[in-house]
């Protein structure tokens, strides 16, 4: 990777504004991430490159709360499968055609994108449950070891068991820990990580948490759903850009 001054200052740019999206909805941080690195650096760099602010932006999220074994007791299965998805995930991205692998991130965020807008209220999967939290754990966990998307299915399931906001939220965290946690080893036991890379994701803290909390401080000072739909439709635009670019150059 040729770190340039304007590569950078690109890279910490993109991890601000991947800080300030995750302050300002919760989520978000590998997707903008993704999103704006991937079609200048590369999909397998650009993961490399979210993986320790990915794991430490999460920890807090993840353990604030009165519900952390509750909910390892209910998701320990969709949790597991998820582990097992992401190594044969990163599996497939270590040979696989890093073009191709851009043009299936492209069509994820603009499926996600599309889907988060028209909001339709999935049912709660009740008996099924059992088998349906790993299946859905397997899945996402698949699709993040390969193109850093976990949300389709993974996060979308988590979102129709029924938990209340805070226990929500710190569900989400629990399982953004896990699976990125999950994708620094797998990663690492593939040679897929070098260590200027590591080194520019542990630099990548600084302009994340700046983003984080200058997130926070306006998270109650802008419309939600305005800020929902703007960034939402930011990602249909994106997608389809590198799902043109992966396909067709």
């Known amino acids: 990777m040729d770190l340039?001054?304007?590569t950078a200052a690109y890279i910490a740019l993109t991890f601000f504004i991947g800080g300030f999206v995750k302050g300002a909805s919760g989520l978000g941080l590998p997707v903008v991430v993704l999103?704006?690195?991937a079609p200048i650096v590369g999909l397998k760099t650009a993961l490399a490159l979210?993986?320790?602010p990915g794991v430490v932006t999460n920890i807090y999220q993840a353990l604030a709360g009165p519900a952390f074994l509750r909910l390892v007791a209910r998701l320990w299965s969709f949790l597991l499968a998820a582990m097992v998805g992401i190594w044969i995930g990163t599996g497939v991205l270590a040979g696989a055609d890093t073009r191709l692998l851009e043009a299936l991130l492209g069509a994820l965020l603009v499926l996600y994108s599309t889907f988060s807008l028209l909001t339709p209220q999935l049912p709660p999967p009740g008996r099924h449950e059992a088998w349906m939290s790993p299946a859905a754990g397997g899945a996402g966990g698949l699709l993040f070891?390969?193109?850093g998307?976990?949300?389709v299915p993974g996060l979308l399931y988590v979102q129709t068991l029924g938990f209340k906001r805070d226990?929500?939220?710190q569900a989400m965290g629990i399982t953004f820990v896990t699976i990125s946690t999950s994708l620094l080893f797998s990663m690492a036991g593939r040679s897929l990580v070098t260590t200027d890379q590591a080194t520019i994701s542990v630099a990548a803290l600084v302009p994340t948490f700046i983003g984080l909390y200058l997130g926070q401080k306006v998270r109650h000072r802008i419309s939600e759903e305005g800020f929902r739909k703007l960034f939402f439709a930011a990602l249909i635009l994106v997608g389809s850009y590198m799902l043109a670019h992966g396909l067709l150059m």
């Open 145 to 147: 070891g390969m193109a």
């Open 167 to 169: 226990i929500l939220v």
């Open 50 to 52: 979210f993986l320790i």
């Open 4 to 6: 340039t001054l304007e």
């Open 149 to 151: 998307v976990f949300i």
């Open 35 to 37: 999103a704006m690195l």
